[in-house]
């Protein structure tokens, strides 16, 4: 959302005369979000960088400064790399999966004459609204090894019983594959909220020509959607980079670190640990930011990229 | 409650508190602040009296009645879940809003709460002074002779009893009036139950790993390893060899302990979801009727007489498994609960209500609770509790012991073990990590380990020297002590 | 986006066509059946935990362990509901919760709206530097700054107070919904305007008269996120407590069900479920704006 509006077209400029009469509104319309901004979000930010370079002990008040040696100490942290390589894999995997789900049931649900639509979007809507919290304590009876209803099936198909959450192979697979369900219904919003640019004649007309359904998805509605794949994706990365609540509730990044994402480690570190750490868990939460924007950025830059070169072929 | 979750939820909860301690500079500038003062509380108002103790409710409540009634005005509690605790004091001393008495949760070492001008001495009643002369110790409860708190709970439990359904070992042939059960027997009985068909033996609490440190420690007790411990509660850093003063996680018993947890796993007579279950969950799967078999500390029948009510009565314990059947544990001395604020305008009143705390009612009272055994243990036998309750404290009365504590030598040792690193993966996550096979060889693992934390705590004990305090490893050092003996005030 | 917001949606284009229902009868007609059971089967699959959640509320805690995946109880526990409404006190934080999400929300709303709106249609000094910083800061992660953010909070005076706790819900982050409204009014013809100025109306009378109300369904979108992320938080709400547990929000109330040695299941799902309510109709309210809205702001 962000680059399509940097790169859309200025804003129609007033003649000069009405800038000057209205300056004074337009200060009035930004200094809401300007100050709420900068205090609530530029301030901690910077006050993470402070931070990070404090030796700031969990059972003392006492706070002094010791430069970057926590970020030397975090580049050759084993567990800091392992949790980026846990949420990068849950990325990898989820997201594509999560888009593509979710492109499916959008294209289903936007069909008008579908019966029970709007009520099967509700449906698949409802986990977005559900508590993280509890979705943990239900997850782990339907993931139960003794008698969850997976393992149930699972034996009725004569395969043998899968310890989902409790081993440290499959916990990671069975994360993601919950918050695969639970955020779907948000990417299905997105993408039926695509849809809607895809005018319905277009459609109609292709029907009449007697084409079908996948006719009418490839030459249709996939180029409509091309641009809209981008932020998608992009949204859904950034939301996914915060599966730290159900993570936390799940498995606690256990078991034995399988599932230990970096929000999750920087808490343990800032909160849970023996001995907290409050000025490494900043440094940990700055480099974490600092990852998250190169690779949203790469991701960016990437897409520009590959439109560019199809822009040249085309 | 019990004693490592406490630890555990007093180390985050103390994070916290650091962090709402910088916020709360602010409020904190030199010529405002009340810390230490007292001047600026004034003795108006009611009392107040913050604690996570949830179960506590009626003992408290009775306590504050008979405070009320004797003209010692109103108290107003307010309870708070531990894990938010450690946070509402911190934002409370920012803001200079102190109650008067708190429970510290925070796990800032009673020496600190005391150098840090946090706490304020109370003044006992004589009939207190009396009952409470054995159960303090100076640098943990007394300070400079003057008393600061006084132990609740008391340090003869710990949180691996082996309760069980009878039915299921009365069938699998088990004698459900043993009060102990030998590593053997328990092997036995387990495969014996598994194959009567009817559910798996035991249900472990895998996905707690506070909770396996301490069941791994009290094990390796009760296989004969003696240790000396800070406090009642169990965390790694506090765990010493006494003869050497060393750490001895890699030591024969604590890998037997280990061998004897994992054999239960390979036995086939562990609830499979056991490696996902916390000792809440656990719990409720073993009331449920899911497995026969759960470790777990006294306040066992407590939860179930509120949520499993049908289950209790069939259900009896035994103490902990040991190689011979007669294994011994022990922990440090049990610390205060509950501390007045510096700040606190109700000195007198305090010191009325703490000293009601040490009254043998109160005892009863907590008794009845069937949470963490009261100091005096002989107090459950008036109090109208579970007969398992009585049963799991006779167990205790027998069996746990009162170990060295280096803190109590030398508070010093305190601030050493505040400034230790945590050592990952922690001596659970090893636990946790050999049951579910994800390390292979306990041995290395726990002999990095160990390294490690040694390596930790001699540069602690220099960074603490180089400040100014006088603490070696000789204080960690008790050549005389036994396991199964009571390493009492006076040996120090 | 205009050309969105006149296009008739899905629903309303449907009755009018009819050509090829005359040439394709049953199939076309059996094969959206089809696909509807098939979609039903998997919906239901779908929600299912959250039925089980649903179950659970009415279960006792024996029921809910020995019960393992049967939705019906054998007994119903109505109780857990009063339970959680009075004796945990979630009547309270209902209030709390209404409260701190409504202000939140309004607050999001109109300050997100307003520097849209400016930043979209006017020219000023500092503008483009403003996007930059919004669309830079819109990828870190936020959940971090607790810590300033209390320290912060402390200083101007509002911790432990709601206004305290509204600001910084509010305050943070929401740069989606700027960079939404941004979007939107970026394509609203200038005739639109002119003809306000011609009728006499002023800056903030075309703003509050004309271009918000027809931002609608972007303001639907920017409510239904706002409310859910603020309904269900948790950290804030927990901080901005600690001393004064009346002010609790129900995100938070629900931790009084885990006790030290027990956790209250067939409470927390009575509570879960309760709270559950207030956003599902919510989102069915807004469903159909809330699509457009988001339509409307993916196409620009």
Known sequence: MATTLTRSAPPPTPPRSARARHGGWIALFVAPTVVLFGLYTLWPSLSSVFYSMLEWRGLGTDRSFIGLSHYERALADPLFWRSVGVTMAIIAVTVPIRVAIALVLAIMLNNPRLPLARLLRTAFFLPVVATTAIVGIVMGFVLDPSAGPVNTLLEL??????????????????????????????????????????????????????????????????????PFAVIITLLTVVETMQVFDLVLTMTGGGPFFSTLVTEVYIYEQAFTSANPNLGYAATLGVLFGVLTVIVVGSLLLITRLVRGRKEVTA | ??????????????????????????????????????????????????????????????????????????VERTVYNPNEMGQALQLALGSDQMPDVFSNLTDIPAPALVSRELVGAVTLDSQAQSAAADLLFEGM?????????????????????????????????????????????????????????????????????????????????????????????????????????????????????????????????????????????????????????????????????????????????????????????????????????????????????????????????????????????????????????????????????????????????????????????????????????????????????????????????DAVTSDGLEVSLADWEFSGYELGTDYGPDRY | MTSTLSRPTAERASPAKGTDRRRLPVSRKTMRWVQTAILVVVALIWIYPLLWIFAASVKDATGIFAGGLSLLPEQWHWDNYSRAWSEAGFSRYMINTVIVTVATVAIVVVRCAAAGYVIARYRFRGRRLLIGVLAATMFIPTGLFIVPVVELSDVLGLLNTHLGLILALAGGGHVAAVLLYAGFFAQIPKELEEAAVVDGAGFARTFFRIMLPLSGPITATVVVLTFLATWNNFFLPLVFTFSVPDNRTLAVGMLAFEGTNSTDWSGLAAAASLSLLPILALFVLLQRHFVEGIAGAVKS
């Open chain 1, 157 to 226: 198909l004569g395969l043998p019983p899968v310890d989902f959450l409790g081993s440290s192979d499959t916990a990671l697979g069975s994360v993601m594959a919950v918050h695969i369900w639970k955020w779907m219904g948000i990417t299905m919003i997105y993408w039926l909220a695509a849809l809607q640019t895809v005018p319905m004649d277009l459609y109609e007309a292709a029907e009449i020509d007697g084409a079908g359904t996948w006719h009418k998805f490839r030459h249709i509605t996939l180029p409509m959607l091309t």
């Open chain 2, 1 to 74: 409650m019990n004693p490592t979750r406490r630890t555990m939820l007093g180390a985050s909860a103390a994070a916290l508190t650091a962090t709402l301690a910088a916020c709360s500079r602010s409020s904190d500038s030199p010529d405002t602040s009340g810390t230490g003062s007292g001047t600026d509380a004034a003795p108006t108002g009611t009392l107040q009296w913050w604690d996570h103790f949830e179960p506590l409710e009626s003992a408290l409540t009775g306590l504050f009645e008979d405070f009320a009634t004797a003209g010692g005005g109103e």
């Open chain 2, 141 to 461: 409860h007394t300070f400079d002779g003057a008393v600061y708190s006084i132990p609740l709970f008391s340090h003869q439990q710990h949180s691996s009893l082996t309760w069980f359904d009878l039915d299921q070992v009365e069938r699998a042939g088990g004698d459900p009036e043993a009060m102990t059960i030998t590593w053997e027997e328990f092997r036995r009985l387990a495969r014996a139950i598994t194959a009567n068909g009817d559910m798996p033996a035991w249900v472990g609490n895998l996905a707690f790993t506070g909770r396996l440190e301490e069941q791994i420690v009290d094990l390796a007790q009760a296989a004969g390893r003696p240790l000396a411990f800070n406090t009642a509660g169990v965390s790694a850093p506090d765990v010493t060899d006494p003869a050497t003063g060393d750490y001895v996680f890699n030591s024969e018993e604590f890998i037997e302990a280990l061998e004897f947890l994992a054999s239960l796993i390979a036995d086939g007579v562990m609830l499979g979801a056991s490696t996902s279950l916390d000792a809440r969950d656990a719990r409720a799967r073993w009331a449920a009727g899911d497995a026969a078999i759960f470790f777990d500390g006294p306040w066992n029948p407590g939860v179930l007489s509120g949520q499993f009510p049908d289950f209790l009565p069939q259900v009896s314990v035994t103490n902990l498994p040991s190689p011979d059947g007669n294994g011994y544990t022990a922990r440090g001395p049990s610390s205060g609960q509950f501390w007045m604020s510096a700040t606190s305008g109700h000195v007198d009143g305090v010191g009325t209500l703490f000293s009601l705390l040490t009254r043998p009612e109160f005892s009863t009272a907590l008794a009845s609770n069937m949470d963490q055994p009261p100091v005096d243990l002989a107090a459950v036998a008036d109090a109208d509790v579970d007969p398992t309750y009585t049963r799991a404290i006779d167990i205790f009365t027998d069996w746990c012991r009162l170990a060295p504590s280096p803190l109590v030598r030398n508070p010093a040792v305190g601030e050493v073990i505040a400034q230790m690193e945590e050592i990952r993966p922690s001596l659970g996550e090893i636990v946790q990590g050999y049951l579910g096979g994800n390390i292979d060889d306990a041995s290395a693992a726990l002999t990095t380990f160990n390294d490690a934390i040694s390596a930790e705590r001699d540069r602690a004990i």
